[in-house]
């Protein structure tokens, strides 16, 4: 089992910036392909980014690439995800996800295994 707790998510104005850590615990860490979603009201839970197990690849949704940078410290056990230049349409419940398995294809919501409670983020205009 591994679980997962997602923090400092909160209200910020667009433009803003909101660094979100996730923490996990129950395996070990650096063996874990972790990656990042959310999931806006009355939409499907989408990718935002991810990372391999030693950080040494990342993928980041088109959405946000050049504003959001996913990052780990295999040592603290911690996945953060740094967001930038935030947006309206940002807003929405921030998940961190941890699969077993390392992948290329970082995109589809059944391919992790384990899944945070989510942090909110709103991004006001």
């Known amino acids: 089992q591994v679980q997962l707790v997602e923090s400092g998510g909160g209200l910020v104005q667009a433009g803003g910036s909101l660094r979100l850590p996730c923490a996990a615990s129950?395996?070990?860490?650096?063996?874990?392909?972790m990656g990042w979603f959310r999931q806006a009201p009355g939409k499907e839970r989408e990718f935002v980014a991810g990372i391999n197990w030693d950080g040494g690849r990342t993928s980041t949704a088109d959405s946000v690439k050049g504003r959001f940078t996913i990052s780990r410290d295999n040592a603290k056990n911690t996945v953060h995800l740094q967001m930038s230049s935030l947006k309206p349409e940002d807003t929405a419940v921030y998940y961190c996800a941890a699969r077993l398995v390392g992948t290329t294809n970082w995109v589809p919501v059944r391919g992790y295994n384990y899944w945070g409670q989510g942090t909110q983020v709103t991004v006001s205009s």
């Open positions: 129950g395996r070990t860490f650096s063996s874990l392909t």
